[in-house]
């Protein structure tokens, strides 16, 4: 079967780093997706690794490592909005865009 | 349009019941998808198409739903006889190739009384 992994829930302080790791089981991989929802409203797109390595988008930054089936979110400079559930999804060859999820996690930023 | 748009926001349905939902996606996007949310859990694949062809209907429970996406018109996602199991939030999405980013709509609250 397919099947993503990430941490239910996760807890920072405002000003602070926080990394969400997502582990992947799924067949015909072909790059990693991450989404943010605040609230149950729209999941709104983050970031995507298609190859190894970082990608760096502001105060987002997402890894990938195919041979550890591992990828991960880093949040930098977290501020309160922040707060959210994220996701990550899995993208497969042939798969016309079809996102595996995973679980979420729920991140909560502390004053 | 420039947002993915999805019509109704809430419904509620006995069981038995029929419900429609509908998807405007975004203009010039060829890919539409349909995704169940539970309880805020993960998002589960229900199908996709590719401009009105159905690419991947792998998630869909074939006995009670049916989609279609006709040229010209909102796509929909229809569910005959509804059971409170299909209680769950369906969002759509649309991209514009199978390799781009999804743009996910607000979402169809649909409650099973």
């Known amino acids: 079967g397919q099947s993503l992994e990430q941490p239910s829930e996760v807890t920072a302080v405002e000003g602070a780093i926080v990394q969400i790791n997502c582990t992947y089981q799924t067949s015909g991989f072909y790059g990693l997706s991450w989404y943010q929802q605040h609230d149950g409203g729209a999941p709104t797109f983050l970031s995507y690794n298609g190859l190894d390595g970082l990608e760096e988008t502001g105060r987002f930054s997402s890894f990938l490592s195919r041979s550890d089936s591992y990828g991960y979110l880093l949040l930098q400079e977290l501020q309160m909005k922040d707060s959210a559930s994220y996701f990550c999804?899995?993208?497969?060859?042939?798969?016309?865009?079809?996102?595996?999820f995973g679980q979420g996690t729920e991140l909560s930023v502390k004053p | 349009g420039e947002e993915v748009a999805q019509t109704p926001k809430h419904l509620v349905r006995g069981e038995g019941q029929k419900a429609k939902l509908y998807c405007a996606p975004i203009k010039g996007h060829s890919y539409v998808f349909w995704y169940q949310q539970v309880l805020k859990n993960e998002f589960k694949f229900l199908i996709s198409f590719q401009n009105e062809n159905v690419f991947d209907e792998t998630g869909m429970p074939k006995e009670r739903f049916s989609a279609k996406c006709l040229p010209n018109s909102p796509c929909s996602l229809e569910i005959q006889a509804t059971k409170l199991e299909d209680s769950a939030v369906y969002f759509c999405?649309?991209?514009?190739?199978?390799?781009?980013?999804?743009?996910f709509g607000q979402g169809t609250r649909l409650t099973v009384v």
């Open positions: 999405a649309s991209s514009q190739s199978s390799v781009a980013e999804a743009f």
């Open positions: 999804a899995a993208s497969g060859y042939n798969q016309g865009g079809k996102l595996i």
